[in-house]
T-cell receptor, first 113, second 112 residues
Framework: GAGVSQSPSNKVTEKGKDVELRCDPI?????LYWYRQSLGQGLEFLIY????????KSGLPSDRFSAERTGGSVSTLTIQRTQQEDSAVYLC???????????FGQGTRLTVV | KQEVTQIPAALSVPEGENLVLNCSFT??????LQWFRQDPGKGLTSLLL?????REQTSGRLNASLDKSSGRSTLYIAASQPGDSATYLC???????????FGTGTRLAVRP
C-alpha cells in the first residue's frame, strides 16, 4: 500500500485478555517504530526495529509487552494480560532507512474494560 | 534525558492570521527535528524535517526554523485557514536512526 497500515483500527478487550496489534509498513522501509499515545498525553516510544539489527526495546513499559517483526516487514505488538492503563492509541511508523521522514499509520485505539 | 516542550499548549486565532508555534528541547545534540500535525482521531502527518545542519525548511505556507545551539525550533504558518486546525507536534532525534522524542503538542484552532 501507499502508506503505513494498522489493524484493527479499534479494539475493545476485557481486562486480563491478550491482544495483538498489527502494522504493515511502507514497502521497502527498513525502520519501524511503535509508539503509544494515552489520552491527553504525548507520544511514548515503545520499540524500534532497524533492518536485521536487534530491536531497541527500551521503551516497553513491562514484560507484558512484546513485539516482533517478521521478514523485515509486518510487525505485531502483543500485550498480554491487558490492564486498564493499557488503554491508549498505539501508533506505528516506518522510515526508509536511518534518515528521512517518519511516516505514521492511523493507529489502533485500544480500550480495556 | 531529552525533554521537549511546546508552547503554547493551545491557540485560537481568526482566519488569515500569521502565527508561530514554539518547540524547545533540553539536549541540543540532536540529529534532526520533525514537525507533524495530528487531526482528531487520526495518525500523524509529517510536515517538515530539518536536519541539524540546516537552519530552516519551507513547504507552502509553512516555514520551520531550527536554532540547535539554543534548543529551539519554530513553525511559522502564514495566512492561517480553518483547515489548519489540528494538533501540531515537534519531535527530535538524537542520532541517525534513533527514536523520536515528542513534545506534547500545540492544539490550534483557526476560526472562520
Amino acid at each position: 500500500g501507499a502508506g503505513v497500515s494498522q489493524s484493527p483500527s479499534n479494539k475493545v478487550t476485557e481486562k486480563g485478555k491478550d491482544v495483538e496489534l498489527r502494522c504493515d509498513p511502507i514497502s521497502g522501509h527498513t525502520a519501524l517504530y511503535w509508539y503509544r499515545q494515552s489520552l491527553g498525553q504525548g507520544l511514548e516510544f515503545l520499540i524500534y526495529f532497524q533492518g536485521n539489527s536487534a530491536p531497541d526495546k527500551s521503551g516497553l513499559p513491562s514484560d507484558r509487552f512484546s513485539a516482533e517483526r517478521t521478514g523485515g516487514s509486518v510487525s505485531t505488538l502483543t500485550i498480554q494480560r491487558t490492564q486498564q492503563e493499557d488503554s491508549a492509541v498505539y501508533l506505528c511508523a516506518s522510515r526508509l532507512d536511518r534518515v528521512g521522514e517518519a511516516f505514521f499509520g492511523q493507529g489502533t485505539r485500544l480500550t480495556v474494560v | 534525558k531529552q525533554e521537549v516542550t511546546q508552547i503554547p499548549a493551545a491557540l485560537s486565532v481568526p482566519e488569515g492570521e500569521n502565527l508561530v508555534l514554539n518547540c524547545s528541547f533540553t539536549d541540543s545534540a540532536i540529529y534532526n527535528l520533525q514537525w507533524f500535525r495530528q487531526d482528531p482521531g487520526k495518525g500523524l502527518t509529517s510536515l517538515l524535517l530539518i536536519q541539524s545542519s540546516q537552519r530552516e525548511q519551507t513547504s507552502g505556507r509553512l516555514n520551520a526554523s531550527l536554532d540547535k545551539s539554543s534548543g529551539r525550533s519554530t513553525l511559522y504558518i502564514a495566512a492561517s485557514q480553518p483547515g489548519d486546525s489540528a494538533t501540531y507536534l515537534c519531535a527530535v532525534e538524537k542520532s541517525s536512526g534513533d527514536k523520536l522524542t515528542f513534545g506534547t503538542g500545540t492544539r490550534l484552532a483557526v476560526r472562520p
